[in-house]
């Protein structure tokens, strides 16, 4: 069986159908953000899973002792 533009108006006229006029385009929306986000997940690098180290010193200097005013 072959591909032809009328199967492709006959898919299109059920969805239509199924769906309504009004619906159709937040579908498709939907559809081609979820398309975008696909894409957009498999180039990103995955997360490690660890926090990076923090550059701060664990133990910060003690302060000098101060002397009490007079």
């Keep these: 069986m072959e591909f032809s533009p009328m199967h492709l108006?006959?898919?299109l006229l059920i969805?239509?159908?199924?769906?309504?006029?009004r619906k159709l385009p937040e579908l498709?929306?939907?559809?081609g953000?979820?398309?975008r986000e696909f894409k957009?997940?498999?180039r990103d690098q995955p997360t490690?899973?660890?926090p990076p180290a923090s550059t701060?010193?664990?133990n910060p200097p003690a302060a000098a002792p101060t002397e009490p005013k007079k």
């Design 28 to 31: 498709m929306r939907g559809l």
């Design 48 to 50: 490690p899973t660890n």
């Design 40 to 42: 957009e997940g498999m």
């Design 9 to 11: 108006f006959i898919v």
């Design 15 to 21: 969805v239509l159908v199924l769906f309504g006029g």
């Design 33 to 35: 953000q979820g398309i």
């Design 56 to 58: 701060t010193p664990t």
